[in-house]
Each structure stands twice: as structure tokens, then as C-alpha cells.
């Protein structure tokens, strides 16, 4: 199918357009702006910077990708935002370019769901089937692994990391890393449960769902240590990938600054 693009769209000649983009009313898509195949624009999007976009994506009214990062830092390099297939921005979505002081790149995967006035700020890495709810908001820096969901309001503190298969609950304050399969809650955000309900709905099998269960209360509860957790675990029964997943992003957590990994610029 054709592209198709509106009169009062300003579409600069050098973008790079594949075949069945729609591009709405009033948008406005810069010089180094790639879309795939199949990507819906509505109106008054803006697309701006070096950005990657790749097919059956769909971006409402408001929507501003590529814009320069929010650092004081940034001088103007050329860094990148790379989105991947069939992701849905909402109303008023905002995502930052990069800075230098990673890859240069702000990437998110496919299969994303970002509802309105939710933001992910420059350096940020989100994964593959991911949802952040209203005006969820990302420090910069922060990784998503997949699979997580982000209630509404929550705020994420530059350089945290988000564990796959976690979820956060609303107006939640995430200054440490979420592990992977825990429900975070709480200003700021602490382990509450496993996410239960989001393992059964991926098809996890009821003895691993058991297991991480289990490292839970001795993590959180019973408060026994990491080490000493892992040997009751891996000493008493079948050993769950889930648990190895689990207990490695602990450990990377626990060798940064605050409980963020990722943050080790003052680390010992």
C-alpha cells in the first residue's frame, strides 16, 4: 500500500518513509527520522533527531520522540532512539534522545504499551512488551527488562533497573532496583509479593511460581541473606532458572550505589 501523508503535514525530504505509513494532520518528521512499514501517525506528532522507527507502530495526537535529552550536559551530538515493531504511544508520550555517556542510544523493544503523558528519558533501555500507565516517568539511564508493567504515576530514579516480569504499583517512588518477579509498592517502592498473577498468565509452571514464593518470604520476610537464601533454595530442590534469573540481579543490585546496579560511579 501507499504512504499516505496530510496536506499540513511537514515531512523534511531526507526522512525516510517505508511503504504504508500514515502520517497525520500537523505532523512534523525532521531529517533523520527512519519509519517502518505499516506505522500509524496521527495528528501533530513530532519526530525529531536521529530516530529509528520500525513497523506497525501507532502514535496518537501529542506524541514528541528524538527530542534532545534533558541534561545540561548534551551538547548537540548526534545520538539515536531506536523503537522496535508494533509498540502503541499514547496521547502526549514524550521519549529523549541519548547523551554520550553511554551507547548514545535511548532504545525501547516491541510490543510496547505507553498510555498517556508517560516519559522515558535519555539513555534509557526498555525491553519487549512492556506497559508504563499515565504519566509514569523514567529517569534517565533506567532499564526495563521485559515484561514489566509500570502503574500509573510511579517515578523511576535515574540508573534503576526494572526486573523482568515485575510490576509496580501506582504513585509508587522507585529509587532502588526492582527484582524480576516481585510486586513493588510504596514510597519509596519495596517488595510486597511475587507477581503471581502475571506468572500464571505467561504460563510459569506452579512449582517455579512455589520456588520464587519461597525465596521471597526468605528474602523479605525472614530477611536470612542472599547467600545463605540461595543455599537453602539450591540445596532443597530442582533449580528454577527463575531463581538463578532472581538471585544474579540481586547481586548486581547490591554492587552499585543505593541499591541500583547500574549506578557505580562512586561505588567502593
Known sequence: MATI???TAVVDPRAELDEDVRVGHHCVIGPHVRIGRGTRLENNVTLTGHTTIGRNNHLFPGVVIGAEPQDLSYQGSPTQVVIGDENVFRESVTVNRATEKEDGITSIGS???FMACSHVAHDCRVGDRVIMANNVMLGGHVHVHHDATLSGGCAVHHFASIGCFSFVSGLSRVLHDVPPFMLVEGFPARPRTVNVVALKRKNF?????KALMEAYRLLYRSRVGVQHA???LFSNGPHFPELQTLFEFIEMSQGGRHGRGRDRRKAA
Not at 509452571?205 to 511460581?209: D, F
Open 5 to 7: 501523508i496530510a496536506h
Open 111 to 113: 510490543q510496547c504499551y
Open 205 to 209: 509452571s506452579p512449582e517455579s511460581i
Open 230 to 232: 540461595r543455599e537453602i
